[in-house]
């Protein structure tokens, strides 16, 4: 403290601040930080009970701890349930391959199977027919069942027809209908043909040759113009045969008078498919009644 001579001629204590009786920077050294507490606080406010209370801080501590622990041990539980799902899903997923690679190996043994029992099973009816007696006939048989049934292809020499609407055809006078495909057939028929097909189609004595709106079915197929027709027997009888037939004296007709257009050539090797077999509905086997009464 310094003294200060007053007027009255007596001594009075002053207090003079640090800043006045410290240096600079010792000054600076020892309030700076103390001022920037103080303004830090005074922004928070005053500080609560519970944030003041030693004990409180230690109950917070001891919770996030604890929390923390829990947390812990969930994430474990977690990480080693997702691990053991993850192995039990890859098992399974392993047991179903396992299982698919099985079934078409069965599958596949299977047809296998399958083959070799068609094999031998026409190996076996090949040599019931050579063995038997009367092989030659049955086999003929056969074979003419397939040809007059159309279940089966055939190929030999014959004729091939070439039908078509008249040239610049505006009605159904001078266009090829069904009943004039049905009238060439039969009088095919009737001149020796021993098998008939119209584009691919082969005809049977199940065959429809039908007008189905616009266009001409045959075997429920519909048929695109120009109609081609083949025919199987002797190339050399069948035209002049074809000719004498009242069907072949209608289609001259309607190609001098309506202009439909014909032609027939004789080929000494043609190929038909063989008809696609139906399905019987209505047969069934005979009974030894059945067979009396009949």
Known sequence: MASLPTGAGVQERVHLPDQVTMGLLPY????ALDEDYALAAARRGPRSGAAADPSARRRIGLAGGLALVVFAVLAATAAMQTSKDSGSQ?????ALISQVKSR??????DRRTVAKLQLENNRLEAALLRNTSSAGGVLSRLDLLGLR???????GQGVAIVVDDAVNADSDRNRVLDSDLQALVNGLWRAGAEA????SQRITNLTAIR???????????SLDRP????AIGD???LPSRFADTTSGQTWLDLQRQVGLRFSMHAEKSLRLPAATVPDLRYAKTATSKTKELS
């Open 28 to 31: 600076l050294t020892a309030h």
């Open 90 to 94: 890859e098992r399974e997923r392993q």
């Open 104 to 109: 078409k190996a069965a599958v596949e043994a």
């Open 149 to 155: 049934s159309g279940t089966s292809a055939v190929q």
């Open 196 to 199: 008939i097909s119209i584009n």
């Open 211 to 221: 007008h189905a709106g616009t266009a001409i079915t045959v075997n429920f197929s």
């Open 227 to 230: 109609y081609r027709i083949l």
């Open 235 to 237: 190339r050399n009888r």
